[in-house]
């Protein structure tokens, strides 16, 4: 694996617009990984260096853990279907979280949504202070977070943003865009 990680950095270290994990993304913004999830990232860049393209892999192992941002502190957990059936109850409140991933942001993984079930309603997870990401095929895996809650009324073109990058945004009866958000501090990923 070290092996691996060196020739990596030889490829991609010097290349000022190297923005994938192991690039600047990762000197902004350090995160708590373990070292399986590091080889992963390292892994994961797929724009051309020298001309040449990688393909994506696997973010990690089955049934390894991936963990980003601050360690899970063990806040207050709450159901994915009692925050959603009344999120108001938990606006503003730090809570954990666990639910099945059913969508990343494709872009950069700084999103990604928590739900029960392909359609309807989920929840947000966002990063606190754009500090970490996920890994783009987070899709699928089981996630467990801790964060601040938020009820948001999104600008159409935010929400249409979102729905360009496969977000699915919630209509209220007045037309407006609302979610359900989690501004997470520590993140734990298990495929």
Same mark, same amino acid.
């Given at each position: 694996? %070290?092996?691996?990680?060196?020739?990596?950095?030889?490829?991609? =270290?010097?290349?000022? %617009? /190297?923005?994938?994990?192991?690039?600047?993304?990762?000197?902004?913004?350090?995160?708590?990984?373990? !070292?399986?999830?590091?080889?992963?990232?390292? !892994?994961?860049?797929?724009?051309?260096?020298? *001309?040449?393209?990688?393909?994506?892999?696997?973010?990690?192992?089955?049934?390894?853990?991936?963990?980003? &941002?601050?360690?899970?502190?063990?806040?207050?957990? #709450?159901?994915?279907?009692?925050?959603?059936? +009344?999120?108001?109850?938990?606006?503003?409140? +730090? $809570?954990?979280?666990?639910?099945? #991933?059913?969508?990343? /942001?494709?872009?950069? =993984?700084?999103?990604?949504?928590?739900?029960?079930?392909?359609? =309807?309603? =989920? $929840?947000?997870?966002?990063?606190?202070?754009?500090?970490?990401?996920?890994?783009?095929?987070?899709? *699928?895996?089981?996630?467990?977070?801790?964060?601040? $809650?938020? $009820?948001?009324?999104?600008?159409?073109?935010?929400?249409?943003?979102?729905?360009?990058? &496969?977000?699915? #945004?919630?209509?209220?009866?007045?037309? +407006?865009?609302?979610?359900?958000?989690?501004?997470?501090?520590? #993140?734990?990923?298990?495929?």
């Amino acid at each position: 694996m %070290n092996a691996l990680l060196l020739a990596l950095v030889l490829t991609c =270290g010097s290349d000022s %617009n /190297c923005a994938c994990a192991h690039g600047k993304q990762q000197a902004a913004a350090p995160a708590a990984t373990s !070292t399986t999830a590091k080889a992963a990232e390292a !892994t994961e860049c797929s724009h051309e260096h020298a *001309g040449e393209t990688k393909a994506a892999a696997p973010a990690a192992k089955a049934d390894a853990l991936l963990s980003r &941002g601050e360690k899970l502190k063990g806040l207050p957990a #709450v159901e994915l279907t009692k925050l959603l059936a +009344s999120p108001t109850d938990f606006d503003g409140k +730090s $809570v954990a979280l666990e639910g099945t #991933v059913r969508r990343a /942001c494709q872009t950069k =993984g700084c999103w990604m949504e928590l739900a029960a079930t392909d359609k =309807g309603p =989920g $929840v947000r997870v966002t990063f606190k202070d754009y500090g970490f990401f996920v890994p783009l095929d987070s899709a *699928g895996s089981k996630a467990k977070v801790e964060g601040t $809650v938020k $009820v948001a009324v999104l600008a159409p073109e935010k929400a249409k943003h979102y729905e360009s990058e &496969g977000a699915q #945004v919630a209509k209220a009866k007045d037309g +407006s865009y609302r979610e359900v958000q989690l501004v997470a501090s520590g #993140v734990e990923l298990r495929k």
